[in-house]
Protein backbone atom coordinates (compact mmCIF):
# COMPACT_ATOMS: atom_id res chain seq x y z
CA UNK A 1 0.00 0.00 0.00
CA UNK A 2 1.55 3.04 -1.01
CA UNK A 3 2.18 5.88 1.58
CA UNK A 4 -0.09 8.81 2.20
CA UNK A 5 1.56 12.38 1.91
CA UNK A 6 -1.30 13.78 3.81
CA UNK A 7 -0.22 16.03 6.48
CA UNK A 8 -1.89 14.95 10.03
CA UNK A 9 -3.52 18.35 10.30
CA UNK A 10 -5.06 17.81 7.30
CA UNK A 11 -6.68 14.66 8.37
CA UNK A 12 -9.98 13.57 9.34
CA UNK A 13 -10.37 10.46 11.08
CA UNK A 14 -13.13 8.60 12.98
CA UNK A 15 -12.87 5.74 14.58
CA UNK A 16 -15.89 3.46 15.63
CA UNK A 17 -16.50 0.41 16.85
CA UNK A 18 -19.14 -2.03 16.27
CA UNK A 19 -20.88 -5.02 17.51
CA UNK A 20 -20.82 -7.09 14.63
CA UNK A 21 -18.96 -9.37 12.72
CA UNK A 22 -16.39 -7.54 10.45
CA UNK A 23 -17.46 -9.23 7.70
CA UNK A 24 -21.03 -7.75 7.91
CA UNK A 25 -20.03 -4.40 8.65
CA UNK A 26 -18.00 -4.41 5.33
CA UNK A 27 -21.14 -5.98 4.02
CA UNK A 28 -23.27 -3.09 5.01
CA UNK A 29 -20.73 -0.57 3.77
CA UNK A 30 -20.48 -2.07 0.19
CA UNK A 31 -23.28 -3.61 -0.32
CA UNK A 32 -26.19 -0.63 -2.14
CA UNK A 33 -29.10 -1.79 -0.29
CA UNK A 34 -27.56 -2.03 2.72
CA UNK A 35 -25.91 1.51 2.46
CA UNK A 36 -29.88 2.83 2.21
CA UNK A 37 -30.48 1.68 5.64
CA UNK A 38 -28.20 3.49 7.20
CA UNK A 39 -25.89 6.57 5.08
CA UNK A 40 -26.63 10.08 5.89
CA UNK A 41 -27.93 12.11 9.29
CA UNK A 42 -31.78 11.88 10.94
CA UNK A 43 -34.32 12.32 8.10
CA UNK A 44 -32.22 12.11 5.08
CA UNK A 45 -33.23 9.37 2.76
CA UNK A 46 -30.56 7.69 0.30
CA UNK A 47 -32.65 7.08 -2.99
CA UNK A 48 -29.83 5.89 -5.15
CA UNK A 49 -26.81 4.15 -4.46
CA UNK A 50 -23.90 2.82 -6.84
CA UNK A 51 -20.78 2.25 -5.53
CA UNK A 52 -17.19 2.16 -6.89
CA UNK A 53 -14.98 0.94 -4.64
CA UNK A 54 -11.73 2.38 -5.07
CA UNK A 55 -8.96 4.08 -2.99
CA UNK A 56 -9.74 8.21 -3.57
CA UNK A 57 -7.70 11.30 -1.62
CA UNK A 58 -9.87 14.13 -0.86
CA UNK A 59 -9.25 17.44 0.76
CA UNK A 60 -11.40 20.08 2.47
CA UNK A 61 -11.55 23.37 1.68
CA UNK A 62 -12.34 25.06 4.73
CA UNK A 63 -12.52 24.12 8.38
CA UNK A 64 -16.10 24.68 7.99
CA UNK A 65 -16.88 21.87 5.57
CA UNK A 66 -14.76 20.28 7.56
CA UNK A 67 -16.90 20.44 10.65
CA UNK A 68 -20.07 19.51 8.42
CA UNK A 69 -18.95 16.42 7.03
CA UNK A 70 -17.13 14.97 9.92
CA UNK A 71 -21.23 15.61 11.83
CA UNK A 72 -22.52 14.15 9.18
CA UNK A 73 -20.53 11.15 9.54
CA UNK A 74 -20.56 10.86 13.33
CA UNK A 75 -25.00 10.71 12.57
CA UNK A 76 -25.01 7.94 9.57
CA UNK A 77 -22.34 5.72 11.92
CA UNK A 78 -24.59 5.81 14.76
CA UNK A 79 -27.21 4.75 12.48
CA UNK A 80 -24.68 1.81 11.29
CA UNK A 81 -24.76 1.26 14.45
CA UNK A 82 -28.44 1.00 15.13
CA UNK A 83 -29.13 -1.42 11.95
CA UNK A 84 -26.23 -3.75 12.77
CA UNK A 85 -27.36 -3.85 16.35
CA UNK A 86 -30.54 -5.18 14.64
CA UNK A 87 -29.18 -7.96 13.20
CA UNK A 88 -28.11 -9.66 16.71
Known amino acids: ?10 TLRLTR ?5 RDTVFQAWTDPEELTRWWGPPG ?3 PVV ?7 HER ?3 REARDQHEAG ?7 LAT ?4 RS
Open 1 to 10: MAQSTVRPET
Open 17 to 21: TFRAP
Open 44 to 46: YAT
Open 50 to 56: ELELRVV
Open 60 to 62: FPA
Open 73 to 79: WTASLDK
Open 83 to 86: VLAG
